[in-house]
Structures are given as C-alpha cells and as structure tokens.
C-alpha cells in the first residue's frame, strides 16, 4: 500500500468520527471531560484495529471467498439499502442520547 491510498484512507476514516462526534454534541447537551475522553478514546481505539482485523481477515479468507466476495458486497449494500428504505422510524423523532450519559 502506497502513502497516497493510507492518507486517503485516513481522510475517510476521520470524516466519519467527525460526522459522528458533531452529531454527539448537538444531542450531548451537558458533556463532560470525561465523556468526551470516552468518546475520544473509543473512536481511536477502534479505529485504529478495525482495519487491521479486516486486512487480517481478507488474507486470511481470500482463497475461499475469492470466487463470490462481489456477491457478499451486494448482499450486504442491498440489506443496508433496504433497511434504510424500510425503515418506519419518523424525521421528526426526538433525539435521544445514544451514549446514555447521566
């Protein structure tokens, strides 16, 4: 892997803590040090392994996987797609802290 692909790989990797970590301080009203080292702490413990256990995962699978894994990608946009869809839940629905702070 080239420097180019892990800068670009980082950029996305902390686009989505930082969506993340705007939309916890519009819900977390009251946050303290402490829940902002959690949060923190979680996302880069996170993720800093879970590309590695993927990259583990993908040598470790790839012979067996390697004739059909564009069929596991399909299936699992399609269920995500679905389920977004499908998805009863209002717009107007009131947030709710989803880290259950005190």
């Known amino acids: 892997m080239d420097i180019i692909t892990i800068i670009v790989i980082s950029i996305g990797l902390?686009?989505?803590?930082?969506a993340v970590s705007v939309t916890n301080g519009f819900i977390i009203k009251k946050i303290q040090f402490k829940h902002a080292f959690r949060i923190a702490f979680?996302?880069?413990?996170?993720?800093a392994f879970m590309p590695i256990l993927g990259w583990a995962a993908g040598l470790t699978l790839k012979e067996?996987?390697?004739?059909?894994?564009h069929w596991i990608a399909f299936g699992l946009l399609l269920f995500i797609g679905l389920k977004m869809i499908l998805s009863k839940e209002s717009?107007?629905?009131?947030?709710?802290?989803?880290l259950h702070f005190p």
Do not use: P, V
């Not at 717009?91 to 989803?98: G, M, P, R, V």
């Open 64 to 69: 067996y996987i390697e004739s059909f894994d």
């Open 91 to 98: 717009d107007n629905s009131e947030s709710q802290n989803c």
């Open 42 to 47: 979680s996302f880069g413990l996170f993720q």
């Open 14 to 18: 902390s686009m989505d803590a930082f």
